[in-house]
Each structure stands twice: as structure tokens, then as C-alpha cells.
């Protein structure tokens, strides 16, 4: 079975590219760049991947991040985990990233911008692997923040796919964002959000009403609230669920216990992603792996969630097609 999983054609669509900073790579770049860390050894940042709670985990993630200095540090960064999704079978990639912590410590927003752009024409070129790229904005820090970045990131508004909003959830609802929002969506830009992973169901129905977004990152506390699992299932709306980085960061204490089942028995549009995959237990493959020993699922379940995943993709029709047929050959 894991040979036909790695062969399957998968995309996927939610997943942070500062998220897949190796810790040799960490390293390698700080050394490069003159970033004291403060640990002594890739075993120690490696020890302390053993998170609590999100929180927990994104400081780890935002110290990581310090050593990304210049357009060819994003660009081997993407590459990197470009070579691994080609490893793992993976034919398209929506990466995001986190424009905001960049801009704090001085980093130009058009560094990230061409050091990613660079990338995915050379995984394209290199793999045969599509992309898209969606601009983030970070919950916990100011909403008038976010929308000046959006604003100055006009010269780069036809790179982008979407917007996101990721980062700590509690007590930063979707509403917050409003008006954010309102202006991607004047400009003609798609609009993606994080809810429902530690933050509560109402905060997927915020996403929906207040950000109008076309897709939810995780979702999976969707299931606490009857009426909104039937306007999902209606709408058909994606959820672009994360089992390894669910486990981690103590939403579920184990991946038995995951919601993935119910939800696909509620009829949901569910797609499987590594969303952070160097701090969450690997890549694609290895949650489709995991999902497999888990939940036991045939061959048809994980072809239901490839189909997902290639219907929701930023992606030319062309294309679409050719994957899908790809997946039901596989």
C-alpha cells in the first residue's frame, strides 16, 4: 500500500513554506547569515519538537524563520522542500508564506515575493510540479498591519493565488480581519482562512460570513456544530485538514482518536496536507501513510481525497484534467 500512496498523485494545498525549514538547513543558513541560534546542535532544535500547544510550536517556528535573509535563502528553501514533494508523489503545491515577521526584522517584502517565484518555475521545469502562492497574514499581530502589507504588495498582487490568515487562533477571531478581507476581495484575490483547529466552530462560520473565503484551513472542530456541518456539506466547502500536525500540537492526543473519519462520513470535502511538515512528522506522504495505518482505508478513500484536493487547486483546467485522470488510472 505505501507504494501505490507515494505513486498517487497528490497536491497540496495547505502548506507553509517556512514550515518545511529543516533544522540542517536552519543551520546552514544561520551560519551563512550570521544568526547566533540558541540551540547547540541539530539534535537539540530537534528535541524541541515536542509541542504543547500551537503556541508552543510557532515559537519554535517564528526563531526558525530569523535565518531566511535574502531572495536565494527563499529560493533553496522552497527548492529543498520541492525535492521532497516530488519524492513523495506530490504533482502540485499551494505554499504560503508569512509576510509580516519577514518585514518586522527588516527583510524587503519583494525578497520573499522572487526568491518563491524563482522556485516554482525551476520545480516546474525540474519536477514537472504546479504551484500557487498565497500571501498569509499573521492573526495575532494588528489587522491595519496586514492591510498596509496588502497594499504594498501591489506590485506582486498578479503572483498571487490567494490570501490566508494563519498563526495563534484563540482570541483572534475571523472578524478581526474584516476588512482585510473586503479589500482582497475588491482587488479580485481569493481568500483562504485557518479556523477551526484550536480556535471553536464559530469561528469557521466567521470565515465563512465575515472573510467570505472559498476554502477552510483544518476545520476540523466543524463537528461540534450540527447546522454549520450541513452548510459545509452543502457548499461544498474544502477543508484542508492536517492529521500529522493535528497530533502534534496536542488537538488530538493521537491520530486514532482524529475526526478525519466522521468527517468524510458527513459527505464533507475533505484534503489531506503536511501543513508544516519539517516540525510535524514529515510530508505528504508520511500522513497518507499514517492515515492508512490509522484508519485503515482502502485504496478508493485515498483516490476520494486526491480528487479533492486536485478539484479545489489553483490550477489551469488543462492540467486539472490530466491529474485527475491520472488518479482514477493510478
Request: proline share 5%; charged share 25%; glycine share 6%.
Amino acid at each position: 500500500m505505501n507504494t501505490w500512496l507515494k505513486a498517487l498523485p497528490k497536491a497540496e494545498l495547505h502548506l507553509h513554506i517556512e514550515g518545511t525549514l529543516e533544522p540542517e538547513q536552519m543551520f546552514e543558513l544561520a551560519a551563512r547569515n550570521g544568526v547566533t541560534l540558541p540551540y547547540a546542535s541539530v539534535d537539540e532544535v530537534r528535541a524541541a519538537y515536542e509541542f504543547s500547544d500551537l503556541q508552543s510550536f510557532l515559537d519554535l517556528y517564528y526563531q526558525g524563520m530569523t535565518v531566511l535573509h535574502t531572495e536565494q535563502d527563499f529560493f533553496e528553501l522552497a527548492m529543498a522542500y520541492f525535492a521532497r514533494a516530488h519524492d513523495d508523489g506530490v504533482v502540485h503545491v499551494e505554499l504560503s508564506f508569512d509576510p509580516q515577521p519577514h518585514l518586522a526584522r527588516g527583510v524587503a517584502l519583494g525578497v520573499p515575493f522572487e526568491g518563491l517565484e524563482r522556485a516554482m518555475r525551476e520545480a516546474e521545469r525540474r519536477y514537472d510540479i504546479s504551484s500557487a502562492l498565497i500571501m498569509s497574514f499573521v492573526r495575532d499581530r494588528p489587522a491595519d498591519e496586514a492591510l498596509d502589507v496588502l497594499e504594498q504588495a501591489q506590485p506582486w498582487h498578479h503572483q498571487l493565488a490567494a490570501i490566508g490568515l494563519d498563526s495563534a487562533e484563540v482570541g483572534n477571531p475571523p472578524e478581526k480581519f474584516t476588512a482585510v478581507f473586503e479589500r482582497a476581495r475588491e482587488l479580485g484575490i481569493p481568500r483562504l482562512a485557518h479556523a477551526g483547529e484550536e480556535g471553536p466552530a464559530g469561528y469557521i462560520s466567521g470565515a465563512l460570513d465575515a472573510l467570505d473565503v472559498c476554502r477552510i484551513d483544518h476545520g476540523v472542530r466543524c463537528l461540534e456544530d450540527a447546522a454549520l456541518v450541513e452548510r459545509l456539506r452543502s457548499k461544498r466547502m474544502p477543508l484542508t485538514v492536517c492529521p500529522l500536525s493535528n497530533v502534534y500540537l496536542r488537538v488530538v492526543e493521537r491520530l486514532e482518536d482524529h475526526p478525519l473519519p466522521m468527517l468524510l462520513e458527513q459527505g464533507l470535502k475533505v484534503t489531506l496536507n503536511s501543513d508544516d511538515p519539517a516540525y510535524f512528522g514529515g510530508g505528504m506522504l508520511n500522513n497518507f501513510i499514517a492515515c492508512h495505518a490509522a484508519f485503515g482505508w482502502e485504496q478508493a478513500i485515498f483516490r476520494q481525497l486526491a480528487r479533492h484536493a486536485l478539484e479545489e487547486a489553483f490550477m489551469d483546467d488543462e492540467r486539472r484534467s490530466r491529474l485527475l485522470s491520472a488518479v482514477a488510472s493510478c
